[in-house]
Each structure stands twice: as structure tokens, then as C-alpha cells.
């Protein structure tokens, strides 16, 4: 009965994907809150601080990450009309990492099982192994550590559930993901997106080995 406010969904799916803190999304949500019922484009760090429950502190810093990081902007407003010149928070920044991440196609599906849960220690504990080597002469391989290589950045929270997908979920061997990684780079497509395809393309084939895969693509390209 107090009225609503409309967050953009895909603020929800993509704040973790963003290395966002809950305090710093429901700053977030509270600008939003501000601005929509209120009609306040610059609420006080008070006014923030006694809606969060946070200390002064805490919100300073995290209002500090989100500005430093250009996820927040301070426009500076001039109301010819009155002479008044205000100051208001601009989101812009926000939507266009969050755009940035749906056209790489980086963010899970609604709904889906992609879609980021309680992380953990032991989520992504089994990928800083060392992988079994294809071949006598090949060297033990950290699975997280090639891609974060080959994409020039740390993985964010939900690619690191995606490849957990796929050795567990999937079923998915190593060294058949690495290999479909290898492919993705060779065709200048590298996004996970596209890595899933590629896997998802090998076991309509029944590709259980990079063997296999080898041949598959061989084939394809020769075609």
C-alpha cells in the first residue's frame, strides 16, 4: 500500500557476476528506492546508513567501491529556472556493465540451474587440482588457471559454477573442456556461451574424448 519500487531484474541475476557486496547492491536498491518514491536523486550518507543498518563506516566504503569503480556517478545538475545547482546519483554506469555481461551472453539463464548459489570454499575446490594429463607428455593442467589465462581476468563466481557444471552436472571430462576452450579461441569467440555450445554439440555426437573432438572438428572444417 506504500507504493513499489522497480528494481531491474537483471541487477539481481548479474550483482555477484559484478563482484558486487549485498551491502553494495542494496545501496543499489536504495538509490533506486530514493529516487522512484521520494523524488531524492542525492540521499545523505545518514539517510543511507539508517536504511541499511550499517555503520557510517561501512557505507562510506562501500559507496567509495561503487563510485571508484564507475558504478555510480555524481552528476553535477544546474536548474536555470531557480539558479539552484544540486547534485544527484547516476546509475548509467551500473546498466552498462550489467549490458556489457548479457551481450557476452555471460549471464545464467532465468530460472535456470546456472543461476549463482550459496558460494563456498569447497565450490570450486576440486578445479584448483591438478587435471590427469591426456598423454605421457602432457603436463598437469590447473583447469581455472588456463581460463583465467586465456580470458586475461579472474573468473567471476558464475563462471566458476559453469565449469563446476560441467565436470560434475554434465559429466564432461578435463580435458574435453579445455580442448573446446582451445576451439573458442581459435574461432575468436571466447565466452562461455560459446564454450557450451561447442560441449553441448559433442555430446549430440557422442564426443567422449579430445580424440574425438579432434576428429569432429576435423571433419566439420573440412566440410
Request: with cysteine; net charge negative; hydrophobic share 40%.
Amino acid at each position: 500500500m506504500d507504493g513499489a519500487v522497480s528494481l531491474p531484474y537483471a541487477l539481481l541475476r548479474s550483482y555477484r557476476a559484478l563482484k558486487l557486496t549485498d551491502t553494495e547492491c542494496m545501496i543499489v536498491i536504495q538509490l533506486l528506492a530514493f529516487r522512484q518514491l521520494e523524488q531524492n536523486e542525492f540521499p545523505t550518507m545518514e539517510q543511507l546508513q539508517q536504511r541499511l543498518g550499517a555503520s557510517q563506516t561501512a557505507v562510506g566504503q562501500a559507496m567509495q567501491k561503487l563510485v571508484k569503480h564507475g558504478f555510480v556517478g555524481i552528476d553535477e545538475v544546474y536548474d536555470p529556472a531557480t539558479g539552484v545547482q544540486s547534485e544527484r546519483y547516476n546509475l548509467t554506469g551500473l546498466f552498462r556493465k550489467i549490458a556489457a555481461l548479457l551481450a557476452a551472453e555471460e549471464l545464467p539463464l532465468r530460472g535456470g540451474a546456472a543461476d549463482l548459489g550459496a558460494e563456498g570454499p569447497d565450490d570450486t575446490a576440486s578445479l584448483r587440482k591438478p587435471l590427469r594429463p591426456a598423454s605421457d607428455e602432457a603436463a598437469p593442467t590447473n583447469l581455472l588457471t588456463v581460463f583465467e589465462q586465456e580470458f586475461g581476468r579472474p573468473l567471476t563466481p558464475m563462471e566458476c559454477e559453469t565449469i563446476t557444471g560441467w565436470l560434475d552436472s554434465d559429466g564432461y571430462a578435463e580435458e574435453l573442456v579445455l580442448f573446446a576452450l582451445k576451439e573458442s579461441v581459435f574461432a575468436g569467440k571466447l565466452h562461455f556461451r560459446y564454450i557450451d555450445r561447442i560441449l553441448l554439440e559433442w555430446s549430440r555426437n557422442r564426443v567422449g574424448s579430445v580424440e574425438d573432438a579432434r576428429a569432429h572438428v576435423q571433419k566439420f572444417r573440412s566440410r
